[in-house]
């Protein structure tokens, strides 16, 4: 799973530009044995997970230093709540924590004109959790002025200050979420962190899956602390923050063990193309952990698999299965992914979604890219009986052939089609709206989080945060 989530992380490559070592001391030889043992997670199981943070680490802007906007509504209930973790009552700790931050991270994002904004001034910056979650020290700091930027420290319990390294940083969402992996390997140990603001409920998820969606059922979760923490992820759980009507974030955790290999049959339904049992195997796992079916003896059956184009893989080429979970009406969720020739994953997230069993489902989807610019290949995967497919586009008809209710065409851009498979006798057997998705990072199961918009900036505020 580690392979998918670099590989996702790849795609964003022209997003994320190294920052310049602003903590030199910091980082001994001894750091750099550590943290060649330490995998930290920004995103837990990005390609599967609701919409996390993209970790931005952009070099200073150009140009004179710009008044800040005001901080979005949405953010100011967790930049006024008081400081939470094991730590938070360490007055000289969480005070080197902000001066530590505003020359580190500021001095590299600190132009509130230009994006994301850390002040460089210490008493403008809070620090939001403080403390020790399994074998990791964890801070959380952000600013409380503008577009709030957010930064991220990891150590060992013990260690002070002035001893964790910064992992990263990126913009401040309404509630937070963290992830880090440590251990050799053979005793992996996941750790998680969700913090929503002072007065927010947590809730944990129960799942019923069907062809066309599904169906949650929400309880309350104990927080002694006001944070929910795991200090070893055992099983998959789908959580929320609530602050009143609103939820804030909804995520979803995932053990550092994957589990048994799934087992299911590799060959693709109704011969639509040929079968890839490592990569059906690795796609069915991501969605049994994806829809928390995993252990249940839930069945899983390839719709397709192929040997497809895909620009900048190993070989130009990728092996790509679409898996779906059958649930009690016969269809169920569904999930692709494509592996290249040095095995390395992509998804897109027009290839997951909710679709009826395999008779009566038609599903589009763009192809996955290795490369800066999208696959122009767009995958129909209609019932094995359809001969053909029409694309409607504003009047338009165009056709395109089917071999056993698989085939596809060709087009750079957005689309935006209406998709009908018929057989060989001119019966119409399924239709399919289909919509390119922006984003590369959401929900795969909840597409609305695909396309959500960034939170616009509230009014002045008078009080402002409180430090």
């Known amino acids: ?24 001391r910091v980082v001994r030889l ?25 970790w931005l680490l952009t070099p200073p802007g150009d140009g004179p230093h710009q008044p800040a906007a005001s901080v979005p509504a949405a953010l100011l209930p967790l930049l ?36 994301p904004y850390m002040p460089t001034d210490p008493d403008r910056i809070k620090v939001l959790f403080a403390g020790d979650i399994g074998s990791r020290r964890y801070v959380l700091t952000a600013g ?49 962190l969700l913090l929503g603001p002072v007065g927010a409920v947590y809730e944990e998820g129960q799942a019923q899956w069907s062809s066309t969606g599904v169906t949650r059922t929400w309880h309350p979760v104990e927080v002694p602390d006001g944070y929910y923490a795991v200090v070893e992820v055992t099983r998959s759980q789908r959580l929320r923050v609530r602050l009143g009507d609103t939820v804030l974030r909804e995520v979803q955790t995932y053990p550092a063990d994957p589990g048994a290999a799934v087992g ?60 779906q979970v059958v649930t009690t009406d016969g269809g169920g969720p569904y999930f692709t992914g494509i592996a290249d020739a040095d095995g390395n994953w992509r998804d897109h997230p027009t290839g997951s979604g909710f679709a009826a069993g395999p008779e009566q489902a038609l599903i589009v989807m763009r192809l996955p890219s290795y490369a800066a610019e999208d696959n122009q290949r767009l995958q129909i995967i209609a019932p094995p009986a359809a001969v053909r497919a029409e694309l409607v586009r504003d009047g338009q008809v165009e056709e395109v052939p089917l071999t056993k209710g698989a085939g596809w065409w060709t087009e750079a851009g957005k689309v935006t089609a209406t998709v009908r498979a018929y ?31 960034e939170p616009a900036p509230s009014t002045p505020d008078a009080i402002g945060p409180t430090g």
């Open 30 to 54: 001894r750091r750099r044995r550590r943290q060649q043992r330490v995998t930290v997670l920004a995103v837990v199981f990005v390609l599967l997970v609701t919409t996390p943070t993209i």
């Open 1 to 24: 799973m580690i392979d998918e989530l670099r590989a996702t992380l790849d795609r964003h490559a022209d997003d994320v530009r190294p920052r310049p070592e602003p903590y030199a």
């Open 423 to 453: 057989d060989a006798a001119g019966n119409l057997l399924a239709t399919a709206e289909f919509t390119d998705l922006l984003p590369p990072q959401c929900d795969r199961l909840n597409p609305p989080t695909c396309q959500a918009p």
């Open 264 to 323: 299911l049959d590799p060959k693709p339904y109704g011969g639509r193309g040929t079968a890839f049992p490592d990569v059906a195997e690795q796609v069915g796992s991501s969605l049994l952990r994806l829809t928390q079916l995993a252990g249940t003896g839930a069945t899983l059956r390839v719709l397709w698999s192929s040997q497809v184009p895909a620009p900048g893989a190993a070989g130009a080429t990728g092996r790509a299965a679409t898996v």
């Open 80 to 115: 006024r709540s008081p400081t939470r973790g094991s730590l938070a009552g360490d007055a000289a700790f969480l005070e080197v924590m902000r001066r530590r931050t505003a020359p580190e991270v500021g001095s590299v994002r600190g132009n509130p004109g230009d994006g």
């Open 144 to 192: 409380m002025d503008g577009w709030p930027l957010k930064a991220a420290f990891l150590g060992d319990p013990g260690e002070g200050p002035e001893e964790l390294y910064q992992t990263g940083s990126g913009s401040l969402e309404a509630a937070e979420e963290t992830s880090f992996g440590t251990g050799d390997g053979v005793h992996p140990e996941e750790s998680f």
